[in-house]
């Protein structure tokens, strides 16, 4: 079977996402958070140790079956249709966004398969504020979803048509 450009490069970027991910969260969780504390590492970031058994931001945080079982298998659902869209992508804009959520979604499975939980440990803060902490999956997930939305906004629009239905010629 003969893959698109599209497919091998966005599972690439999702490979990437999943073997970074898991990578900070060994180092993390083996070695910097040994014992678990909070580490200032600017003025406005932190290494932290946090589990979050819900889903993004820590909505519906709990230890219910919902959060153990069905949480991943959404997820997986979510993979398995973002697959199939990547299978027609020929553009590596779209291929790549779709790849890093991918990977971020896949990554934060394999937490949850592992311990019940996503490992979060980046923690940014302002005035006493801090943004819920999050790992680099999520990140893929976000910079993923920022460029599907910039590809929909600027990238993907059609060229105009005449009223016959055809292309209209750019100067």
């Known amino acids: 079977m003969r893959t698109s450009g599209g497919l091998r490069l966005g599972l ?3 490979a990437l996402v999943i073997l970074f991910d898991q990578a900070a969260k060994w180092w993390i969780m083996a070695v910097v958070m040994q014992p678990p504390r909070i580490i200032p590492v600017t003025p406005f970031f932190n290494l932290v140790m946090g ?17 153990v079982w069905i949480l991943p298998l959404v997820a997986l659902a979510i993979v398995a249709a973002l697959v199939v869209w990547l299978r027609r992508v020929q553009g590596a804009w779209l291929a790549s966004a779709i790849g890093l959520v991918i990977g971020g979604a896949l990554g934060n499975v394999v937490d949850r398969l592992r311990f019940g939980a996503v490992a979060d440990f980046l923690d940014f803060h302002v005035a006493g504020y801090h943004w819920p902490a999050f790992n680099v999956a999520d990140s893929g997930i976000t910079v993923g979803v920022t460029m599907l939305v910039l ?7 059609e060229k105009p048509k005449n009223k016959g239905g055809t292309e209209v010629k750019e100067g």
């Not at 979050?52 to 919902?66: K, T, V, W, Y």
């Not at 590809?151 to 629009?157: K, T, W």
């Open 12 to 14: 690439g970027v999702a």
């Open 51 to 67: 589990w979050n058994r819900g889903i993004s931001f820590g909505l519906f945080d709990g230890d219910s079956a919902i959060n």
């Open 151 to 157: 590809d929909s906004l600027f990238m993907s629009a």
